[in-house]
């Protein structure tokens, strides 16, 4: 039973566009949600994060919107080549088990 | 600056032998948890503790079993490998701050032929 899901599994953008990566999840009970870029032969680093409780967080070029029933989004304005990865979307609640997505692999392109 | 490690990170290993995979922190966190992941998959949950002596079993646990006797050292032992275990582990941990998330190793890719 998949409780967080982004169902992008690729995402292409030229550079200083930007990038929109979706989550939603299926469990009211989650009441923190957190992203993660992921680089490949390294473990996911932590991004960004956003509680229930309110709609938007930001830290620099990286935005998270919680506005619509369980559904999140990170945006990355502008992008950059750099920004290349998977981006897991995770979320937890009182039970403190994290779930994270399938992840989507953006692609920015020079 | 990795300040939480995992040993190997690389293995491959034959059927049915007895591996551990070792995973050591420097940061003092008290919570630490260990994730299968499988290409173009969600992460799935196989243990977690909150503290020395104490773990607990997470989604896919039933074939492998934790230890927690250091606030450090957290590691997973297959006790038979077999190919379904094929897979990348990851070794994470955290204070147990939302707001900071955990930190995670890099990883170890496990081949059992």
């Known amino acids: 039973d998949q409780q967080v899901k982004q169902n992008s599994p690729s995402l292409s953008v030229q550079e200083g566009r930007i990038s929109i990566l979706n989550c939603d999840y299926t469990?009211?009970?989650?009441?923190?949600f957190l992203w993660y870029k992921k680089y490949p032969a390294e473990g996911p680093t932590f991004l960004i994060s956003?509680?229930?409780?309110k709609d938007k967080n930001e830290d620099g070029r990286f935005t998270v919107l919680n506005k619509s029933a369980k559904h999140l989004s990170l945006h990355i304005v502008p992008s950059q080549p750099g920004d290349s990865a998977v981006y897991f979307c995770?979320?937890?609640?009182?039970?403190?088990?994290?779930?994270f997505g399938a992840g989507t692999r953006l692609t920015v392109k020079p | 600056e990795a300040d939480i490690y995992q040993t190997p990170r690389y293995l491959v290993i034959g059927t049915g032998k007895k591996i551990t995979l070792e995973c050591s922190q420097t940061?003092?966190?008290?919570?630490m948890y260990w994730y299968q992941q499988d290409p173009g998959m969600e992460l799935h949950l196989i243990h977690y503790?909150?503290?020395?002596?104490?773990?607990e079993k997470g989604d896919l646990s039933s074939e492998s079993t934790v230890s927690r006797i250091r606030t450090e050292h957290f590691p997973l032992t297959l006790e038979s490998a077999r190919p379904s275990h094929t897979s990348q582990y990851l070794c994470?941990?955290?204070?147990?701050?939302?707001?900071?998330?955990?930190?995670f190793g890099s990883g170890t890719r496990l081949t059992v032929v």
């Open positions: 994470a941990s955290s204070f147990g701050l939302e707001d900071y998330g955990y930190t």
């Open positions: 469990n009211s009970m989650f009441d923190y």
């Open positions: 956003i509680s229930s409780i």
């Open positions: 995770a979320a937890s609640g009182a039970t403190d088990d994290m779930r």
């Open positions: 940061m003092g966190h008290d919570k």
């Open positions: 503790s909150y503290g020395v002596n104490s773990t």
